[in-house]
């Protein structure tokens, strides 16, 4: 016979599955359940424990306990990259701006005439030709950031180059520091080679670093992950100030800081990346999905000279070298101005769909930067994001809930809009949908 709590668990997975508990119903409390169902305390909590696991329901701290829309693919779409042709993705951000495909029609042209074609057959350098090094080193030379060729390595992406910093510079178990709600790609990666995460609470324009300092005096942490530039979702902007104090933070406690700068190119002025405050003990990583196009794949990392070996190493491991074809490609479109004519253009397109953003949704909560791709729209305490999503997702419209980017203990009930990867003529309807569904459910 099975154990009683197996068929509480049982009978709530059907009674969820069946529609006769619908998505967001609030469960009775675990004291409540504990005496309804004549069960202990600790029973309860189990019951409520697995279920959560089986991604049927959801705990809030301070809230209780809520049937999910189990309707919604796993992670609300954030991790369903292909999308039916008739739905507009709001999930990811892929933007380009037209011309784009002739660029790469010619620079394939001239790559097959120019050159030695042949030496893109064979083997590469792991860290790539110190040649492209060199052009790619001066082209994320800003102010007193001027990394050194031989110190970047050329990696497949800046996901790719994530990758290589936790294989070869992380273990195991290693404890890392993380934003409340950060990059999905780093939680899915952390998860895979079983890193320990834990949450940094936002403050108003970044981290809170006392709340740093204090975990870092109750734990053994190892490093930090942290986007201070342009961050994903919520597009703050780390001041100087307070990038000093991160940095000192780092030195005191000897932490690895791992700076993902994928978005930084959206930001005018901005100040100096994090790697000028702690060099000795910062890798920075970006890439140019986003500035050229997600399907070149091309990404680099700069690191401190003594961490390169063991980098080096992860390259080896993965990928054994970036392609070729595609750095050669980037390095000749950095050399001839490409990228920075599609980096202005795309800055240019940013603001105006952030412009948009705040014309069709005036008056609702919005977090985010006058540059940013993306906008974070916290819901009202008694409203529940996945049933919006849901109801978007009725409506061919597709985007994310706060749970791919969450940390911490408890979820926000929030959307996170990606503005980049659809017509700009066609954003507009999309997001007066989105603030319809937001009242409607602000209304229930």
């Not at 119903?25 to 019951?47: D, K, N, Y």
């Not at 189990?70 to 990811?92: E, K, M, T, W, Y």
């Not at 974070?376 to 706060?402: F, G, Y």
């Amino acid at each position: 016979m099975k154990a009683r709590y197996k068929q509480l668990v049982d009978r709530f997975a059907v009674q969820i599955r069946t529609g006769e508990l619908p998505p967001g119903t609030r469960l009775p409390t675990h004291r409540c359940l504990a005496g309804q169902e004549h069960i202990s305390l600790a029973t309860a909590t189990r019951v409520y424990r697995e279920l959560e696991a089986m991604g049927l329901v959801s705990g809030e701290t301070g809230r209780g306990t809520f049937v999910r829309e189990i309707a919604l693919p796993p992670g609300h779409g954030i991790d369903q990259l292909a999308v039916a042709s008739d739905v507009l993705d709001l999930n990811f951000n892929y933007p380009a701006v037209s011309g784009q495909g002739e660029l790469l029609r010619e620079a394939l042209k001239r790559t097959a005439v120019e050159g030695n074609i042949e030496a893109h057959l064979r083997y590469q350098p792991h860290g790539g030709r110190i040649t492209e090094r060199e052009v790619f080193a001066a082209h994320f030379t800003q102010g007193a950031f001027r990394p050194m060729a031989e110190n970047l390595l050329l990696v497949n992406g800046a996901q790719h180059g994530l990758t290589i910093t936790v294989m070869g510079l992380l273990k195991p178990g290693d404890v890392v520091a993380v934003d409340a709600l950060t990059y999905p790609g780093f939680k899915a990666l952390a998860a895979l080679y079983h890193l320990e995460l834990v949450a940094i609470p936002a403050a108003q324009d970044g981290p809170d670093l006392a709340a740093l300092h204090q975990l870092c005096q109750q734990r053994r942490i190892r490093a930090v992950y942290t986007m201070p530039t342009m961050h994903n979702p919520l597009g703050w902007v780390m001041n100087s100030p307070s990038r000093k104090t991160l940095a000192a933070i780092a030195r005191a406690h000897d932490l690895l800081l791992i700076e993902d700068a994928a978005y930084a190119w959206l930001v005018r002025r901005a100040p100096p990346p994090l790697a000028c405050f702690a060099p000795e003990r910062t890798v920075y990583v970006s890439g140019f999905s986003k500035n050229v196009a997600t399907g070149l794949r091309v990404g680099a990392v700069i690191c401190p000279p003594e961490l390169r070996p063991a980098l080096e190493r992860a390259i080896r491991a993965t990928t054994w070298n970036a392609p070729s074809l595609m750095t050669s490609l980037v390095s000749h479109w950095i050399e001839e101005g490409t990228v920075g004519d599609l980096e202005k253009r795309k800055r240019e397109d940013a603001r105006l769909r952030q412009r948009m953003l705040r014309e069709t949704l005036a008056g609702l909560p919005c977090v985010t930067h006058p540059d940013s791709y993306f906008a974070w729209l916290p819901l009202s305490e008694e409203s529940r994001a996945d049933r919006v999503v849901k109801q978007l997702m009725d409506n061919n419209i597709s985007l994310s809930t706060a749970e791919p980017f969450c940390t911490a203990a408890s979820t926000p009930q929030a959307l996170r809009v990606a503005l980049g990867s659809v017509a700009i003529d066609t954003l507009r309807g999309a997001l007066l949908t989105i603030r319809e569904a937001i009242e409607y459910e602000a209304s229930r």
